[in-house]
């Protein structure tokens, strides 16, 4: 009942990033290391060493949501990392969830199939990329509408992407890659065109 419940929030926060704090995003890491629960935490840690050598005051701090027992955190999908780039940085949370390849309950399979009918060429990239991933990971933030909300989304990406050797994938901004800056760049083009248009509509 508690692994439920912790799934469960951890879908609530999602949905409230992605539909409510716009604009927000949400990409795919596709890794061929196969990945706990557990590792997590240290895969963190591996990106906050890496954060410290540019900025000593650099954090993050890494939530499991739901709440769950000691015992449960070996089944935890869901976390709240919180991202503080240099001292006098705002925080800014983004979510991360992480699903073996072989879970049926992963979301790979509709991001896989929302990229491939919107562009055949970035579909069977993506599915290429994927066929020997045996993790996968989402990372999500919401309200992405200044540089000091951006950087961090971004930051976060590139670190995890560097440590896990993990492909990028995101509809969003139409690229699947395994540059982070590439990957970098047509986020900030998408989100500038989402402005754009909706300043357009208004």
Not at 42 to 59: G, I, N, P, T
Request: with cysteine.
């Amino acid at each position: 009942m508690l692994k439920r419940m912790s799934d469960s929030s951890g879908s609530r926060f999602l949905q409230n990033l992605v539909n409510t704090e716009r604009p927000a995003r949400m990409i795919g890491l596709f890794t061929s290391r196969a990945m706990k629960p557990h590792e997590i935490e240290r895969l963190v840690s591996v990106c906050l060493s890496a954060m410290r050598e540019e900025d000593q005051a650099a954090s993050l701090t890494l939530t499991p949501l739901g709440d769950p027992t000691p015992a449960e955190l070996q089944y935890q999908r869901t976390w709240r990392i919180t991202v503080v780039e240099y001292a006098d940085a705002a925080p800014h949370d983004c979510l991360v969830q992480l699903f073996d390849m072989q879970d049926p309950s992963s979301n790979h399979r509709a991001l896989l199939e929302h990229i491939g009918g919107m562009d055949e060429e970035l579909g069977q990239a993506a599915s290429h990329l994927s066929q020997n991933a045996q993790t996968y990971l989402t990372v999500a933030s919401g309200k992405l509408d200044d540089p000091g909300r951006i950087h961090p989304f971004q930051n976060l990406v590139a670190l995890f992407t560097s440590a896990l050797g993990a492909a990028i994938v995101d509809p969003a901004a139409a690229i699947v890659t395994t540059d982070p800056g590439e990957w970098a760049d047509a986020m900030e083009m998408s989100l500038n065109v989402e402005k754009e248009m909706g300043v357009l509509k208004r």
